[in-house]
């Protein structure tokens, strides 16, 4: 059984407790208590089980970039318009799943079992405690630290927020633990919490915590180094194990993407998985929200984005005069090798057909394909069967390589073990730390870094993780929320009414236009450039602009959400973030 699957846990708890009536010596079902459900290690196991639901599921994982600043969508989310966003629309403040693991903790030490597979199921318990209250810090910043199994008549119910250092603390007390008792036997079904995986997990925690406190003064958070050396010190772990490993089998224009559009995670790599099943019926709606022009959000990459993907010779690509001005199917030829397995281009194919990019979906020409399927079998239904990772060893490399350069401790040796490997998987055959700070990376994102270690980490970490559900919180920790103004920058259109054969298959695929014509030709999709919505950056020519006519502001108070009103309304001591009042 794979135990991520909800359906399935829940199922296991009702037979658990419809077996009790075949033994005189438990009680009925409808007197289930501590004194019989937490007595062996497969009591423990099962309801353990349970927690496993407070893992994302794989839909939502391929969600988690929409709002960030390296594609655009078919509206601009309300968070990032002027007064669009109040307390009344944030979510997020529910607290049940941390009821049934703090239940688990007040009563796992009576089972008669050795303590160490009592401190197995502790660790794991604490480690989704660990994982519940992150997301809570990360969203809201400071939250009421709950230890114990609340009660409708508990005085604590409703008391105020307690500080972002205590639960923190309280987090990596927690991870501690996890990481020390958690079994660490590899588990090759990618499904299961263990060592190795708690260790990354708080690889990612610290580097989070560690870079917020850094890039945030205003909030006077101290230890910055502190939870920075302990991220370091956690991704060391997990890659001295030698228990995984880049995925580098096979084609090399295929070693990245097959990470994501396959049932069977890559046991190698990645280290835990969202894991899908065809026969148990366990899916996620990867095609159809990605290619839907009404499900999904059409998320489109920008050219921006597209831009700080080196050449295959590991040169920068803005260094190639009139990088802006190539079209489509020049500017992708010859980059690394991540580009081909990330957006449609070239010669790729869907069902054995040549499939350009669709601006039935993409509004920018630059159309994901990461974790969608070749075959258009489920592009209108919610039954993709490719398993999602959750967390994979690149992330474990690119936590260590950046809390290192954090630290200013990043070195050659640290480069080679870490960044190198990533670049020598996407084909590039100069992967040598560059020695000049990249100008291009430096305008347009990150003109405060002055680290090139540190510059280039950041690229490495964006395009490896694209479309994982990192950037907006990169973003956030890095207090760089002002990039989610960056526009939505498209292709390079030459001149309008012109016929642009974006793959050279030899057909044309689409027409920039002002109107649609009487007739068209066979194949060919006219994008109406209305001059509101759309428009091309020189008037008659230019990039594509998409949603340049909607205002969007960043303010700092956002760096954290609002607490949702509804449950301020019912414990004011809560109190209201800053300027969300």
């Not at 497969?42 to 600043?69: C, E, H, T, W």
């Not at 239940?103 to 989704?128: C, S, T, V």
């Not at 690509?317 to 281009?345: A, S």
Request: net charge neutral; glycine share 6%.
């Amino acid at each position: 059984m794979l135990i991520k699957m909800k359906n399935s846990v829940y199922l296991l708890l009702i037979l658990a407790m419809v077996s009790c009536k075949k033994d005189l010596n438990l009680k009925p079902f409808d007197k289930l208590s501590p004194d019989n459900a937490f007595n062996t290690e497969a009591d423990l196991q099962l309801y353990a089980n349970s927690f496993y639901k407070i893992l994302p599921d794989g839909s939502s994982i391929i969600r988690g970039d929409v709002m960030s600043d390296y594609m655009g969508g078919k509206d601009v989310n309300n968070y990032i318009i002027p007064g669009a966003y109040t307390a009344t629309q944030s979510t997020g403040w529910s607290w049940g799943d941390l009821r049934n693991v703090n239940y688990f903790l007040e009563h796992y030490g009576q089972a008669k079992i050795p303590d160490e597979a009592k401190n197995h199921y502790a660790g794991m318990a604490r480690f989704f405690r660990a994982m519940f209250y992150f997301e809570k810090v990360k969203r809201f910043g400071d939250v009421p630290w709950y230890s114990k199994t609340m009660t409708i008549n508990d005085q604590d119910l409703y008391k105020g927020r307690d500080p972002r250092t205590m639960v923190m603390d309280s987090v990596l007390a927690d991870l501690d633990f996890a990481c020390a008792n958690i079994r660490s036997k590899k588990d090759n079904t990618c499904s299961q919490i263990t060592k190795w995986v708690a260790l990354a997990f708080k690889s990612r925690v610290c580097l989070f915590e560690g870079t917020f406190r850094k890039y945030h003064p205003e909030m006077s958070l101290p230890d910055n180094a502190k939870w920075l050396q302990a991220a370091a010190d956690a991704a060391d772990e997990v890659i001295k194990s030698a228990q995984y490993s880049l995925n580098t089998a096979g084609d090399q224009t295929m070693t990245y993407r097959n990470l994501f559009i396959n049932e069977t995670p890559n046991a190698s790599e990645v280290i835990l998985a969202y894991v899908c099943n065809k026969s148990l019926r366990v899916f996620n709606d990867a095609n159809w929200y990605f290619t839907s022009a009404t499900y999904g959000n059409r998320i489109s990459l920008i050219k921006t984005f597209m831009d700080t993907y080196l050449n295959i010779d590991g040169s920068r690509f803005t260094d190639t005069p009139g990088f802006d001005t190539l079209h489509f199917e020049q500017e992708v030829k010859n980059r690394d090798l991540r580009l081909q397995q990330t957006i449609r281009m070239g010669n790729y194919k869907r069902d054995g057909q040549i499939a350009p990019p669709d601006f039935t979906y993409t509004y920018t020409g630059y159309q994901p394909l990461k974790f969608t399927m070749d075959s258009k079998a489920t592009d209108g239904v919610a039954e993709n069967n490719n398993s999602i990772p959750i967390i994979r060893y690149a992330e474990v490399l690119l936590n260590k390589a950046e809390a290192k350069a954090e630290l200013n401790g990043f070195t050659t040796e640290d480069w080679n073990s870490t960044i190198r490997p990533l670049r020598q998987r996407a084909g590039l055959k100069n992967t040598d730390m560059p020695q000049l700070i990249d100008p291009y990376l430096a305008a347009k994102y990150y003109p405060g870094v002055k680290s090139v270690a540190l510059m280039e980490i950041r690229r490495e970490r964006g395009i490896e993780l694209i479309l994982e559900g990192f950037r907006f919180y990169d973003l956030m920790r890095w207090g760089l929320g002002s990039l989610l103004t960056n526009p939505y920058v498209g292709l390079y259109v030459p001149a309008m009414d012109v016929l642009m054969d974006l793959n050279e298959d030899g057909k044309p695929d689409v027409s920039f236009v002002k109107k649609i014509p009487a007739t068209k030709v066979p194949g060919v999709y006219y994008f109406l450039i209305d001059g509101d919505q759309t428009k091309l950056s020189a008037g008659n020519s230019g990039n594509l602009i998409w949603l340049g006519n909607i205002n969007r502001k960043w303010e700092d108070y956002k760096y954290v959400y609002p607490i949702p009103y509804n449950d301020l309304v019912l414990n004011p001591a809560l109190l209201q973030n800053r300027l969300w009042e």
